[in-house]
């Protein structure tokens, strides 16, 4: 069972640059969510999902674009890097009936200069 | 919207004793669940404790415990006997009932000396 899992794990961009941030979770997980993590700011939430086909914002949603098309997956796009993005990034999953634990993916550093 | 407030960016503990992470938090809603997680230098994010709101009885996990105050809105965590695996950064998080996401302070970083 592999649970949460983040791809790339490192990664360096130029601004304007567009990338995908990968996510997958093998657990039949119906909450899926993205959050940044910057120094002194904690975890931000980006973008959430509550099933296939459903998206929602959260606080800092600017620069960020999300899909579900299937359970599985939950893909993080940045369209036009921008240094202010360099962070790292974290993937959720959740269920209903989990008593609201989150499992978290192990991260993806990101750099953009 | 609700907040969560860590007022201790740092804190540092010698092994063996006792230290308490504070955190506060503001939301109007009555059924909600708390958590504290623990980020090692490894960046995984490791669930340490959670508190359902609607639960008078403060949780507790073997060295870990919480002393839960709903009405001032208040959620520490005490660590016992402390151990030097226990350095990390250590995040409370607020979620609402049958939520998705969770809302995170901003950290506390614990140092714990030998």
């Known amino acids: 069972n592999a649970g949460v899992t983040q791809t790339p794990k490192f990664q360096v961009l130029k601004t304007g640059q567009s990338m995908t941030l990968q996510c997958a979770q093998d657990?039949?997980?119906?909450?899926m969510s993205w959050y940044r993590q910057d120094p002194g700011m904690g975890l931000r939430l980006i973008h959430y999902?509550?099933?296939?086909?459903?998206?929602d914002q959260g606080e800092v949603p600017n620069g960020y674009n999300v899909s579900r098309s299937t359970t599985e997956d939950f893909p993080l796009r940045l369209l036009s890097a921008a240094p202010s993005q360099t962070s790292v990034y974290f993937c959720?999953?959740?269920?209903?009936?989990?008593?609201?634990?989150?499992?978290f993916g192990s991260g993806t550093q990101l750099s953009v200069l | 919207a609700q907040t969560v407030t860590q007022s201790q960016p740092e804190m540092s503990v010698q092994e063996a004793e006792t230290v308490t992470l504070s955190c506060t938090y503001d939301?109007?809603?009555?059924?909600?669940?708390l958590f504290w997680y623990k980020q090692p230098p490894s960046r995984q994010m490791i669930l340490v404790i959670r508190?359902?709101?609607?639960?008078?009885q403060n949780a507790t996990e073997n060295r870990f415990s919480v002393n839960f105050q709903k009405a001032a809105k208040s959620f520490s965590l005490k660590i016992s006997d402390s151990q030097l695996g226990d350095t990390a950064m250590y995040f409370c998080?607020?979620?609402?009932?049958?939520?998705?996401?969770?809302?995170f302070g901003k950290g506390t970083t614990l140092s714990v000396s030998s």
């Open positions: 939301t109007s809603e009555n059924n909600y669940y």
């Open positions: 998080a607020f979620m609402k009932q049958a939520g998705t996401a969770l809302i």
């Open positions: 959720a999953s959740s269920y209903v009936g989990a008593g609201e634990k989150l499992f």
């Open positions: 508190q359902e709101a609607y639960k008078q």
């Open positions: 999902s509550v099933g296939a086909g459903i998206t």
């Open positions: 657990m039949n997980h119906e909450y």
